[in-house]
């Protein structure tokens, strides 16, 4: 910007009675009285104009050092300042070419009196400081509109760029200066987001509408290079004095990353963040929008309630990696199996949720749950792990099973506790009996609580014999529960009740004391006692003081822990391997034997569980049960047999049931063996019986020889 001072006149002239004139005038400017400095020569004229600013310069054409346009030349070169020329009175076309190059204005001889000095003067130094405030002010709004944080371009009335601020040049990719003259279309292109289509002309309708108007909802910016922004923009008509549209101004921003971060938000907000299906939020939303569908047009739908058999088991043993790929894999295969219209959902946990919305008959439903189950039971490969998995699925479907989503849910959940009870691996279709099931498990609950102090739980005892002699070598001490008014309940009615409301401690612990009170009874009555082995929860193994409260039990019947024998299964031993291992060291060292329950359906490795202090495998019956009818459960039968063998330990068949598993077992050198081809579970007394009975021990070691070998 021009440095000028408006209240300092220089005049260069070597008349004195110019510098009389003008010195007898009083201009005042901005309301300040104008200070008037002479030179007589353009020598000392120039060498004030080195010196501090000054708002005007009179200059004489002709001086003694210099004349004509010369003079002119060099003060313009010398000053910023307007300069006004005077000249002689037939100088007026020296003066009309002294305006051409460079001067303001000129006073003719003659006209060179006091007023016409006031007045030219104040002209010039009025225009002079009216064009600085301009300056200024231009200058000022550069710097604002170069400093927000908002693109601006702004357009002339034929909507020409005319001006792009830092921003809108970074943002277009356009400089001011090349884009000025150009269509705001070919510098400004913008598309709508969804279908990339051009977005029409925000000048033109500005200035149609003569007011702001804001573009299309979703707007993306087109950069020159081809890159794309997403943008909000605003566009507004200016006017003049007069309010007429001269142009526009375009104020636009860069969205990107909001409307990335909105979309992110509302897509977590309604998908589960490990295998982004959607979560319960969007299936209710899913699911109710069906059932609108459903009532208008009299349609079905159908809800898959689906729970993961042995998950927790699983992910316990293996940890949360191999856990989280196999939810990932089982999501994978359920949407494998369904439509593009269908939806499948993860509740949490190992749960998933299936809705159907277009079902022609309920059978429909059952095909896509049949699959399902079959998809799932082909074996997942997660990393090095080959692993089985299968699910249990309750269906419930509009309009038979409930109205509205809650009650779907509901209802198919309660069928999928059905298919769990009914042996798992299976699905079942929810029908009205099974919601009074329902009840029936929330007020076992809350008598549960007090069948301890009524003292209605009591014991069963199941053999275990020796399978190449027939004789009884232990026994398992099996939980029931005598309640009042259903009868005698087995363990699957109600531990994973007492489990769940935080009993199985002082169950465990109550089990614990009456197994030895109980052998502590019949030694006490001369009987030949065994050991007797007891079923250990994961809570019970993992309490802070179950080592000593063994001790004590033992101690408090004076009882020798050899005669204690504990049933831990896989998972339980695997749950933190550490402190296990260090638990059934102490335990050894004790006396107590031990015994890894239904062996072969964990997924803990052999190298891991060798480490643990062992005594005995005992064979889950699902292998047992199979062993004449597969031809894949033989061959893993006899490898544990011989396993257990070479590690010393007893292997132990579980749910021995006919001759022909009997003769099986034996053959391959199994130890021992339990189940109804021997003995049912039976009563203290009963069991009695059966130590005290020599007789009836060597009829059952005849009888089993006999049937085995028949
Ligand atoms: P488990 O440890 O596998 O016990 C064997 C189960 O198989 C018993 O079921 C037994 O009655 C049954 N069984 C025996 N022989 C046969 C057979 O030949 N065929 C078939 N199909 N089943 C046979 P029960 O008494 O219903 O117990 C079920 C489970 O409850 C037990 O399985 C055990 O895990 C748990 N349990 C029982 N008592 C206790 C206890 O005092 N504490 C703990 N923590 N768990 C217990
Ligand atoms: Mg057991």
Known sequence: MRAVNSQKILLIDSDPKHAEALNETAIITGGERATIECAGTLAS??????????????????????????????????????????????????????MSRGAHDYLLEGRLDSYSFVRTARNVLER?????????????????????????????????????NAVA????????????????????????????????????????????????????LVRRDGQVLEIENC????????????GTV???????????????????????????????VLFRDRLTQAISWAHRNRGLLAVLFLDL????????????????????????????????????????????????????????????????????????????????????????????????????????????????????????????????????????????????????????????VNLSTGTVTSAEALVRWQHPERGLLLPAQFLAIAEESGLMLPLGRWVMHEVCRQMRAWMDAGLPAVPVAVNISSEEFRGERFVESISLALKSERLDAHYLELELTETVLMWHAESSERTLEKLKAAGVRMAVDDFGTGYSSLSHLMRFAIDAFKLDESFVRNIVSSSDDAPVVSAVIGMGKSLRHRVIAKGVETPEQFAFLRAQGCDEGQGYFFNRPMLPAQFEKLLANDTHQSQLSADVRSSADA
């Open 309 to 464: 058999d042995g998950f927790k088991q699983m992910n316990d043993s293996l940890g949360h990696i191999i856990g989280d790929k196999m939810l990932l894999s089982v999501a994978a295969r359920i949407s494998g199996c369904l439509r593009k219209s269908d939806t499948v959902s993860r509740q949490g946990g190992d749960e998933f949720v299936v809705l159907l919305p277009e079902v022609t008959h309920a059978a429909d439903a059952a095909i896509s749950a049949a699959k399902i189950i079959n998809e799932l039971r082909r074996p997942h490969h997660l990393g090095e792990h080959r692993l089985n998995m299968t699910a249990s699925i309750g269906l419930s479907t509009y309009p038979f099973d409930g109205e509205d989503a809650e009650t779907l849910i509901k209802n198919a959940d309660t069928a999928m506790y059905h298919a769990k009870q009914c042996g798992r691996d299976n699905y079942q279709f929810f029908h009205k009996k099974m919601n009074l099931r329902n009840a029936e498990r929330h007020s076992l609950e809350g008598q549960l609580r007090f069948a301890l102090e009524r003292n209605e739980f009591l014991l069963h005892y199941q053999p275990k």
């Open 169 to 220: 040049e970074e943002m277009t990719g356009w400089t001011s200066r090349e884009a000025a003259g150009r269509a705001l279309a070919e510098v400004f292109e913008i598309v709508d987001g969804t279908e990339h289509n051009a977005c029409p002309n925000p000048v033109e309708a500005a200035m149609r509408q003569d007011h702001a108007v804001r573009v299309t909802p979703n707007c993306q």
């Open 250 to 280: 375009l104020v636009f921003h860069d969205v990107s990353i909001a409307r990335e971060l909105v979309l992110k938000m509302s897509h977590l907000a309604q998908h589960d963040p490990l295998t982004d299906l959607p979560n319960r």
């Open 45 to 98: 004229g120039l060498e004030r104009l080195g010196g501090p600013a000054v708002g005007a310069v009179f200059l004489n054409l002709f001086l003694p050092d210099s004349s004509g346009m010369d003079t002119l030349d060099r003060v313009v070169v010398a000053t910023c300042a307007p300069i006004v020329v005077l000249g002689g009175a037939g100088d007026e076309a020296v003066c009309t070419e002294a």
């Open 235 to 246: 566009t507004a008509p200016i006017h003049d004095r007069n309010r007429r549209v001269t």
């Open 128 to 164: 002079e400081r009216a064009q600085q405030k301009l300056l200024l002010e231009r200058e000022r709004a550069q710097v604002t509109l170069n400093s927000i944080g908002d693109g601006v371009v702004s357009t002339d009335i034929w909507g020409r760029v005319t001006y792009l």
